[in-house]
């Protein structure tokens, strides 16, 4: 099961699973006119990269640096079954 974690202001979708076996696998989504979707996958808490697709260096160097900035609460939430259960709504 994945659980929604953030959007960003371009609609960027941040969602992530479960922590099975010590990793969190974290995938993000990005509505583009041309491709329909951006995505890429990133595995925490090894910060491993894959299943990259229409991402520019740029875009991709600023999802990095919002999912390891918040890699913390990922891990956490992941733990407890997503951040809707986390904050008890």
Request: hydrophobic share 35%.
């Amino acid at each position: 099961m994945l659980y929604p974690f953030m959007t960003l202001p371009d609609e960027t979708e941040i969602v992530h699973s479960e922590m099975i076996n010590g990793k969190v696998k974290v995938y993000l989504e990005t509505p583009d006119e041309k491709i329909c979707f951006k995505h890429a996958t990133c595995w925490l808490p090894e910060k491993k990269w894959e299943d990259i697709c229409g991402y520019s260096e740029k875009e991709l160097s600023y999802l990095k640096d919002v999912v390891e900035s918040e890699a913390h609460l990922i891990l956490e939430f992941a733990q407890t079954g997503g951040l809707l259960n986390a904050s008890g709504l």
